[in-house]
């Protein structure tokens, strides 16, 4: 499921992405077309302007001016006057014959009124727009006919500038911005792929999560359902020790239910939809109502509980006393599982260092190991891979650590001093 959103969500992202970086490139390269297009026609322009400002005040041309002129902008200039060309073989040579390109502009300039014999009527000057004029080898050409009176009669000028490494030019910038646009989507795809990974691995560690929970609970709900089946199956096929069997459904039915209770203690917690009510509570009262408790049922197991206390009152804390209780019990309840094993002891003491107060629930048992501190807070996890300890489901800490969570105090665990695990609830405060 999950590479196959990643895929999805990498081809969105690429998509959309590129996009936006081909609209941007496509809006930079018309923008420096128009830029350097207003550029050359200007230029041209100018060429234009100087030439026909000689046509009007000069009444000769050095053959070398417009050679010079023609070979360094790649001109081509063709002169005549009262109908006589100017001598001037020209000194660019283009690659389509040069009389076939004049013409070409004297026909274009016909389209547009100015025909071989016109003269300026209302105006000294008679000019073209800017032709664009194609040759037959590739090549482009901008061209203008300039038609202008003087004293003698009228100068004609056809003016035509070689663009072609101009075209070749915007042709290769062009293909160079289809480049940076085919490599920046590689990028956003590659980038895009890193970054989409990286945003669904806590999706699919949850996911994963979700799984083995359902397995679990399910595994845990499984053994209960099996044995009332396998015990209803022998009463009835034993009807003289049906009471028997009637005990142990029961038994197996009050597990079922504690399992389920748990669960659906352990989803309102991390969906939190737990009424957490904070108050100032007295934290010693609370610890000697616990050693009320649950004293009697270490006795019952030959073991003693034991409350460390500071001289002076602990302050009050601010906190869900109900919800601490619960926390309290859970740790109490697993150290008198788990921590008796090895020690007929379990200590439950609380201090006040600086601004933290903290209650401790100390056993001397087998201890918890480096690699199982950090997992002892996920649900259904126990040390006993087995599986066989009936009574508790590996819900707990999960459940205190969520509890601890939602009204922001920490809950961690650390080893005991000459063996055993110590959990400590710190409250700020």
Request: with cysteine; net charge negative.
């Amino acid at each position: 499921m999950f590479p196959e959103l990643q895929k999805r969500l990498v081809r969105l992202y690429t998509l959309s992405t590129g996009m936006i970086l081909t609209f941007i490139l496509a809006v930079t390269f018309l923008f420096y077309l128009s830029s350097r297009q207003s550029r050359l026609e200007a230029s041209f322009s100018d060429h234009i302007f100087t030439l026909t400002s000689k046509l009007q005040t000069d009444s000769t041309f050095i053959d070398s001016y417009l050679a010079q002129l023609e070979a360094k902008h790649n001109l081509i200039i063709y002169i005549e006057e009262n109908d006589t060309p100017f001598f001037f073989p020209g000194a660019f040579k283009p690659r389509t014959d040069r009389r076939s390109l004049l013409h070409k502009a004297q026909e274009m300039a016909c389209a547009e009124g100015i025909f071989p014999n016109s003269h300026p009527i209302s105006s000294n000057l008679l000019q073209s727009s800017l032709l664009k004029i194609e040759g037959g080898h590739h090549d482009s050409y901008l061209g203008c006919v300039t038609v202008t009176n003087t004293s003698a009669g009228y100068k004609k000028l056809i003016l035509l500038q070689d663009i072609t490494a101009n075209r070749m030019n915007l042709t290769w910038t062009a293909i160079l911005y289809l480049l940076i646009d085919i490599l920046g989507i590689l990028l956003l795809f590659l980038t895009g792929r890193r970054f989409v990974g990286r945003s669904l691995r806590p999706l699919e560690e949850m996911y994963e999560k979700q799984q083995d929970f359902a397995a679990s609970a399910s595994h845990e709900l499984r053994s209960p359902l099996a044995v009332i089946r396998t015990a209803a199956d022998a009463a009835a096929a034993s009807p003289a020790q049906q009471e028997k069997y009637l005990t142990v459904i029961r038994d197996e039915c009050q597990r079922g239910n504690a399992l389920v209770k748990n669960l659906l203690l352990l989803a309102s917690a991390q969906q939190e939809n737990w009424g957490v009510k904070k108050q100032l509570f007295e934290l010693d009262e609370m610890l000697l109502h616990l050693m009320e408790l649950y004293e009697p049922l270490c006795n019952a197991k030959n073991a003693s509980l034991l409350l460390s206390l500071p001289e002076e009152p602990l302050p009050t804390v601010y906190a869900d006393p109900e919800l601490c209780l619960q926390i309290f019990t859970i740790l109490l309840d697993n150290a008198i599982a788990y921590g008796l094993k090895d020690a007929g002891r379990i200590v439950l003491s609380a201090g006040r260092a600086q601004s933290l107060t903290t209650v401790c629930v100390t056993d001397f048992g087998p201890g918890i190991s480096d690699e199982d501190k950090t997992l002892i807070f996920d649900p259904f996890y126990r040390q006993d891979k087995s599986r066989n300890a009936k009574a508790h489901f590996g819900l707990g800490l999960s459940i205190a650590a969520r509890l601890a969570g939602l009204q922001d105090v920490s809950l961690n665990v650390r080893d005991t001093e000459g063996g055993g695990s110590t959990f400590e609830v710190v409250f700020n405060g």
